[in-house]
């Protein structure tokens, strides 16, 4: 059985205690800072972590074949009557929820409008959704910046056993 644990600490006495009682049960193995978790780029500095999605960002631009960046992420007007397929629009929906959860705020009003319009999808909704991509593309990296005002300490722990977790 494994474990992956992502934990910010105070100060070094705080991890230090943590620490102490988390070895008592586990086998713990410091792995150092992390580049990417739960699908976040993590870009580290003197006391501060710089957290963005622009891989996923990147990704997917790539499957909705975006390559064009856009500076604002809403302003199609036109409406079609011509019914979008539901699945890749709920798809896409889904997606940049995620995204706009995580560490993007800015474009929840956009995901929320199209969160509307997923059970009836309409191609100009699509070129809505496709829209929102192009502008996270042009500034995917824009994230949440977390500032300390100490140096911040934090350690990911992992434990590995003998069965897999199911």
Known sequence: MWMTCFCAFPNTAALAEWRGALVQHLTVEGKGVPERFLGMDMVWGEGQVQISGKSAIISLADDFMINKPAAIPYLIIEDSAELAEIKPFQ??????????????????????????????????????????????????????????????????????????LE
């Open 91 to 164: 798809i896409l929906v889904g997606r940049l929820l995620f995204i706009s959860r995580m560490w993007r705020p800015d474009i929840r009003y956009a995901v929320n409008q199209l969160c509307s319009r997923a059970s009836q999808p309409r191609v100009s909704d699509v070129r809505k959704g496709c829209r929102v991509i192009a502008y996270l593309l042009g500034t995917a990296d824009e994230g949440i910046r977390l500032r300390g005002v100490k140096k911040m300490e934090i350690d990911i722990f992992t434990d590995a056993g003998e069965e897999k």
